[in-house]
């Protein structure tokens, strides 16, 4: 659950047990209207298939292998271009957030870099790489970078200095001081980078898929649409859509484990 | 430089408590005989930010072991003393010697806000204060016994973010006494608290600073907790020591009573004839 939503849930309302599943009656009900306005032909399976098709041409992927296939491609190639953009701008980020000298050095250079829409070089990447995986990685890299470094940065930048003081006064050295007092200030506004840069990843691979591309959900959803098999174009966003909700989900969960400390977090 | 309270007071008993020379009465019943206290002396000390002059030449003696307040108007420079002190400012001019051979643990500041990290539960915010020692054997049971020391011991797992703002003032008195400090300096430690959570803690500091016998510097806005903590009360005006008044009141101090009300009285009224002049 996000800081704000848990803070401005009122304890009383909580109800623990049906929690976990009220937010599956709205999905579950769409899905049964869908089901039902496509069977009674209220919609034309041409515009929208069933979800009972949906399904079943993801069963009919899932036994030939390909959607596996294509899945890992897919997960593949959205982490290692997180991994490494995420640690680049992670890793500027500190240097700019703790050193007065780094910050001087390039945050005016990222910050116009920043106002470059990272799609907008898809022509200029694919004339770099080809279609090859390094122009995948390169524009998710590209894509996750800005918001980890920007909250980065501003996590550090933001830390109390009292604390900081504090900590000095205490005689913490330089390590101990940013382990115990400037990191785990900054997590909170780390997490929330890396929750914007999670969206980022998946939007940024979709469209590298479906553009350039020969493997992967978005070279699925394309191919499909050649053949004009709507059920599985379908399918592929769904897929997305759930993977997306995957790795938020992890990120959410990752950051209650971490920031037990938070009122927001604690237990209720 | 320090001006007797007898030019302006009427003649009561209060009158000759005035103090003309601090060094002169070191000892007092009162005050622990086994002092592990520093005594301080800071001579001539100035010290400006920019072209703003906050302290123009301070003279001071403590005595090991003695508990003195310094009261004063907002921006007359407590604050700044009280860093010099601590070594959290640099001297301009003059010198703080505290005779004898200083650790960095034999100092400790205790400020308005309680600064505990909010990520590390209560007991790792008390062992912060063992400095150097963090890492030594015993640090647990030290820190368990300062958080006794202060009532807490029964919240040593608790996130600070659910004690209340007398609990983690308290975490943080246990985080300076766990180094022993043989100076502790005070900024508006209670300015944020409640009327009743602040005398519960004004006791809890008079009663850790008898048993401990450290040196005691207490900046207050509040001219009632001066003089019902300290020994002595330092009034700054204009970046100097205006006033140096002794409270001679036994201890344990009765609250509200004729003496210490009228010595009360008498620094205020020091303190509001200084604003009228300007
Ligand atoms: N770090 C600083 N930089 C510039 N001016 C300061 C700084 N610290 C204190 N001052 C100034 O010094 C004066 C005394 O401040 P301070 O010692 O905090 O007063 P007090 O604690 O008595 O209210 C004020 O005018 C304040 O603005
Ligand atoms: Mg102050």
Same mark, same amino acid.
């Given at each position: 659950m996000s800081l704000i939503d848990s803070v401005s849930f009122p304890r009383s309302v909580r109800l623990p047990r049906v929690d976990g599943l009220i937010q599956w009656i709205v999905p579950l009900a769409i899905i049964a209207i869908w089901q039902l306005a496509c069977v009674t032909g209220f919609v034309p399976t041409r515009v929208l298939p069933a979800p009972s098709d949906v399904v079943l041409a993801g069963w009919?992927?899932? #036994?030939? *292998?390909?959607?596996?296939?294509?899945?890992?491609?897919?997960?593949?190639?959205?982490?290692?271009?997180?991994?490494?953009?995420?640690?680049?701008?992670?890793?500027?980020?500190?240097?700019?957030?703790?050193?007065?000298?780094?910050?001087?050095?390039?945050?005016t250079t990222l910050q116009m870099v920043r106002n470059v829409p990272h799609?907008?070089? !898809?022509?200029?990447?694919?004339?770099?790489?080809? !279609?090859?995986?390094?122009?995948? #990685?390169?524009?998710?890299?590209? *894509?996750?970078?800005?918001?980890?470094?920007?909250?980065?940065?501003?996590?550090?930048?933001?830390?109390?200095?009292?604390?900081?003081?504090?900590?000095? &006064?205490? +005689?913490?050295?330089? +390590?101990?001081?940013?382990?115990?007092?400037?990191?785990?200030?900054?997590?909170?506004?780390?997490?929330? *980078? &890396?929750r914007f840069a999670l969206g980022i990843m998946w939007l940024?691979?979709?469209?590298?898929?479906?553009?350039?591309?020969?493997?992967?959900?978005?070279?699925?959803?394309?191919?499909?649409?050649?053949?004009?098999?709507?059920?599985?174009?379908?399918?592929? !966003? #769904?897929?997305?859509? #759930?993977?997306?909700?995957?790795?938020?989900?992890?990120?959410?969960?990752?950051?209650?484990l971490t920031l037990a400390w938070h009122p927001a977090f604690q237990k209720r | 430089m320090q001006t007797a309270l007898r030019t302006s007071l009427p003649e009561?008993?209060?009158?000759?408590?005035?103090?003309?020379?601090?060094?002169?009465? =070191? @000892?007092?019943?009162?005050?622990? =005989?086994?002092t592990s206290g520093l005594p301080l002396s800071i001579r001539g000390l100035r010290k400006s930010f920019g072209d703003n002059e906050v302290l123009r030449g301070i003279d001071l003696h403590i005595p090991a072991g003695q508990f003195v307040a310094i009261v004063g108007k907002s921006g007359c420079g407590k604050s700044t003393l009280l860093r010099l002190i601590a070594g959290l400012e640099k001297v301009d001019a003059g010198s703080i010697s505290f005779g004898d051979q200083v650790q960095p643990e034999d100092i400790r500041v205790m400020f308005q806000e309680p600064r505990l990290l909010p990520w590390a539960r209560?007991?790792?915010?008390?062992?912060?204060?063992?400095?150097?020692?963090?890492?030594?054997g015993d640090a647990q049971s030290r820190a368990e016994k300062a958080l006794s020391e202060v009532g807490l011991a029964d919240k040593r797992g608790q996130w600070p973010s659910v004690l209340s703002g007398g609990q983690k003032q308290r975490v943080a008195l246990a985080r300076a006494l766990v180094s022993r400090p043989r100076v502790l300096a005070f900024d508006e430690p209670l300015g944020a608290l409640d009327a009743l959570t602040r005398i519960s803690m004004q006791r809890l500091l008079e009663r850790v600073w008898r048993d401990q016998g450290?040196?005691?510097?207490?900046?207050?806005?509040?001219?009632?907790?001066?003089?019902?903590?300290?020994?002595? @009360?330092?009034?700054?005006?204009?970046?100097?020591?205006?006033?140096?008044?002794?409270?001679?009141?036994?201890?344990?101090?009765?609250?509200?009573? =004729?003496?210490?009300?009228?010595?009360?009285?008498?620094?205020?009224?020091?303190?509001l004839s200084a604003d009228d002049r300007t």
């Open positions: 009919k992927l899932l #036994l030939s *292998g390909e959607l596996v296939r294509n899945i890992w491609v897919s997960f593949w190639r959205a982490s290692i271009g997180f991994l490494i953009g995420g640690s680049i701008g992670f890793a500027f980020g500190l240097a700019n957030g703790l050193s007065q000298l780094s910050a001087k050095l390039t945050d799609l907008a070089l !898809i022509p200029l990447v694919i004339l770099w790489f080809g !279609i090859d995986e390094s122009a995948k #990685l390169f524009l998710v890299a590209l *894509g996750v970078f800005f918001p980890i470094y920007l909250n980065t940065l501003h996590g550090i930048r933001t830390v109390d200095p009292q604390l900081i003081e504090m900590g000095r &006064i205490y +005689g913490m050295t330089d +390590g101990e001081l940013f382990r115990r007092v400037i990191f785990p200030g900054a997590l909170p506004s780390i997490f929330v *980078g &890396i940024t691979l979709i469209v590298a898929e479906t553009i350039a591309a020969s493997s992967g959900l978005g070279y699925m959803a394309m191919q499909a649409r050649e053949f004009m098999l709507i059920d599985v174009v379908v399918l592929s !966003i #769904l897929i997305y859509a #759930l993977l997306g909700k995957l790795a938020d989900s992890a990120s959410r969960v990752l950051e209650r | 009561t008993g209060l009158a000759s408590r005035a103090n003309f020379a601090p060094h002169a009465r =070191v @000892v007092r019943e009162e005050r622990p =005989v086994h209560v007991l790792a915010n008390v062992k912060v204060g063992l400095g150097r020692d963090r890492a030594s450290f040196t005691a510097i207490l900046v207050t806005h509040d001219v009632s907790e001066a003089v019902a903590l300290a020994d002595r @009360v330092l009034v700054i005006e204009e970046g100097r020591i205006a006033h140096d008044v002794l409270v001679n009141a036994a201890r344990p101090r009765e609250r509200g009573s =004729v003496e210490l009300a009228g010595l009360e009285g008498s620094i205020l009224s020091h303190l």
